[in-house]
């Protein structure tokens, strides 16, 4: 996953994205009850609270009782355990990849309790203006990082660039790729220099994180992340929160205001440079591609 202030998006996005939490009183959310006129306060920890969309979000939270302490971590390692620990209600900065892995490697069960955006990893060329273009034997340039590497595989997958042995994973590789079946040659090269090797490849797989340092913007990409692909489920952003709390109704309406705000929706877009797809998969589709990312991760890494 690039898990950039985009991906985590993703990817994740994620952006795949510090400061901790203080516990308050009697859990992280000091929730009210019995007092109508009361509201609830919840704790939710993201990665860039200085994007303005989030002060647009705890107005629109607001307007329906709900006060929101937005939490802010510059580290996307701190964000699951404070939440784990209690020191938050919910976090918001990471895609199912990404908590599929901190649930595995530390024993939790964190849940998606609703989606946000995928942030599509993008095929960018300077030499053909389509996928279609792209020759017979022509190489194309990924990430050699495991999650992007895999990632930028299904976008390639996706394209009919190439074709994966069983359908490829998340933890697909170069051995992977069905050489007699595939169209392209793959090479990998770290994440930043993909930009640079457009000259001498046909094309490359570019985190968005490098687009605009490369001068293209999101709309010069060839190919990209089919949010309709069960391969693409994977990385779509998401909510979290712990199991206990999947079904807190006041959790539930914050991701609605979230996906039914347009000024919100509107904001998440011009932060992302116009990247961001948005989506409302079904809570039960999250958690089922959770559950098998996770089985996909235990075994991987047993």
């Excluded at 209600?89 to 998606?112: C, K, M, R, W």
């Excluded at 309790?113 to 300077?126: C, E, N, V």
């Excluded at 190489?139 to 990632?151: F, H, Q």
């Excluded at 051995?175 to 930043?192: H, N, P, R, Y």
Aim: charged share 20%.
């Amino acid at each position: 996953m690039s898990i950039s202030k985009k991906l985590l998006a993703a990817t994740v996005a994620v952006p795949l994205i510090a400061l901790l939490a203080g516990c308050a009183s009697g859990g992280a959310g000091s929730t009210a009850s019995g007092d109508s006129g009361s509201t609830e306060t919840v704790k939710i920890g993201v990665v860039g609270a200085s994007d303005p969309y989030w002060e647009t979000y705890k107005e629109a939270a607001d307007e329906e009782g709900i006060t929101v302490d937005i939490v802010d971590f510059t580290d996307y390692a701190q964000p699951n355990p404070a939440l784990t620990e209690g020191e938050l209600d919910l976090n918001q900065f990471q895609h199912i990849v990404y908590l599929a892995q901190y649930n595995v490697s530390s024993g939790e069960d964190l849940t998606p309790i609703g989606s946000t955006a995928i942030y599509p990893l993008g095929l960018y060329s300077t030499k053909y203006d389509s996928v279609d273009e792209i020759q017979e034997g022509d190489t194309v340039a990924i990430p050699n990082d495991e999650s992007n590497l895999a990632r930028g595989l299904l976008v390639l997958q996706s394209a009919g660039l190439v074709e994966l042995k069983d359908g490829g994973s998340i933890f697909a590789t170069l051995d992977d790729i069905d050489e007699a079946k595939s169209k392209v040659k793959v090479t990998t090269l770290e994440a930043s220099l993909t930009p640079t090797s457009l000259p001498d490849v046909a094309a490359a797989i570019i985190n968005n994180d490098f687009v605009e340092d490369a001068g293209l913007t999101a709309e010069d990409a060839i190919a990209q992340d089919d949010p309709s692909d069960p391969n693409a489920l994977p990385y779509v952003n998401i909510f979290a929160a712990k199991a206990e709390d999947a079904d807190n109704p006041t959790y539930l309406k914050l991701v609605e205001i979230y996906q039914n705000t347009q000024a919100v929706l509107d904001g998440v877009q011009e932060a992302s440079g116009g990247t961001a797809v948005f989506l409302k998969t079904p809570v039960a589709d999250l958690q089922d591609s959770l559950t098998k990312v996770e089985e996909d991760t235990a075994a991987h890494s047993g």
